[in-house]
């Protein structure tokens, strides 16, 4: 008979099996500019202050129509001579100036309430590239901005023609066409104050300090450079906000308190740089200083 041997006990000995440690490389989770822009979002609507401003915004038309009304009460009560010449500003300029603070207000509120609380920490954290953090927050407030703006400047226009009829010499019994394009640049005027509150905001870090500036943009400024002497006068009034939307449409009048000597181009490059400058800076130096 074949013995067969036996193998050593060493070789039938398994070698215990080490289980294989796979290393994962850490996974960096992108966010997307559509999630930063839904977080700003909502972020605006979880603050009490944003439902105030927009509906201090639109109230321009509440106002439109009392001016509208007493207007036109001073007209049917004064005598016909007095008629024939009376003449009424155009109130959605008058009133553009509550949804303009109150949008440039926002726009500040939106950045500088970040920084008071601590929470731009955290967003800055999640987002370390920052200028997706102040591109979302622009177009956010600038949407909020042009909708507001666009209801209290359309808003007050509809108000005050039904109100006015063909009194003043038929001021608003002119044809829609022939005033849009002045409606719409002074629409476009409030999301400019909301943005540039926001680049306001950003750069100071103070809601105190860039609703300074804001305020004095509306009120002071033009107070102070329409005591100014001439030529200085009519130069610096044709660079600030409240002249650029005649300027762009070339529709100037010779009663303005501003300045007119910009064509429609360059009026058109100042409104944006006064949107664009300020964000530029800040996204600039949001770059290079801590939270």
């Keep these: ?14 070698r215990p099996s080490t289980p294989r440690v796979l290393r994962q490389r850490p996974r960096t989770r992108k966010h997307s500019f559509v999630g930063v ?79 008071a609380t601590g929470l731009i920490r955290a967003s800055l954290t999640i987002v370390p590239r920052r200028w997706p953090i102040l591109a979302a927050k622009s177009t956010v407030v600038g949407a909020l901005g ?21 009194r003043f010499s038929g001021a608003y019994t002119g044809a829609f066409a022939e005033r849009l394009p002045l409606l719409i640049t002074i629409s476009v005027s409030v999301p400019v104050f909301a943005l540039l509150g926001l680049g306001l905001g950003a750069l100071l870090r103070s809601s105190a300090g860039a609703i300074a500036i804001i305020v004095g943009l509306v009120y002071v400024i033009p107070m102070i450079i329409g005591n100014v002497p001439e030529p200085w006068s009519e130069r610096l009034g044709s660079v600030m906000i409240g002249a650029l939307p005649r300027e762009i449409t070339g529709d100037t009048i010779s009663t303005s308190v501003y ?30 200083r801590d939270a």
Excluded: H
């Design 37 to 115: 822009l839904a977080s700003e979002r909502i972020k605006l609507r979880s603050v009490r202050s944003t439902y105030l401003l927009l509906v201090l915004g639109v109230s321009a038309v509440l106002l439109g129509y009392a001016l509208a009304v007493m207007a036109a009460g001073m007209y049917d009560n004064a005598p016909t001579q007095q008629r024939l010449s009376a003449r009424i500003a155009d109130l959605e300029e008058v009133v553009v100036i509550v949804p303009q603070l109150c949008m440039g207000i926002l726009g500040t509120l939106a950045i500088t309430s970040e920084y």
């Design 146 to 166: 042009l909708i507001t703006g666009a209801t209290a400047v359309f808003g007050t226009y509809a108000v005050t023609r039904l109100v006015l009829g063909d």
């Design 1 to 14: 008979m074949i013995s067969q041997r036996r193998p050593p006990a060493e070789a039938l000995r398994t």
């Design 259 to 288: 300045g007119s000597l910009l064509s429609p181009a360059a009026a058109a490059a100042v409104l944006v740089a006064y949107a664009v400058l300020p964000l530029l800076a800040a996204a600039w130096l949001m770059r290079r």
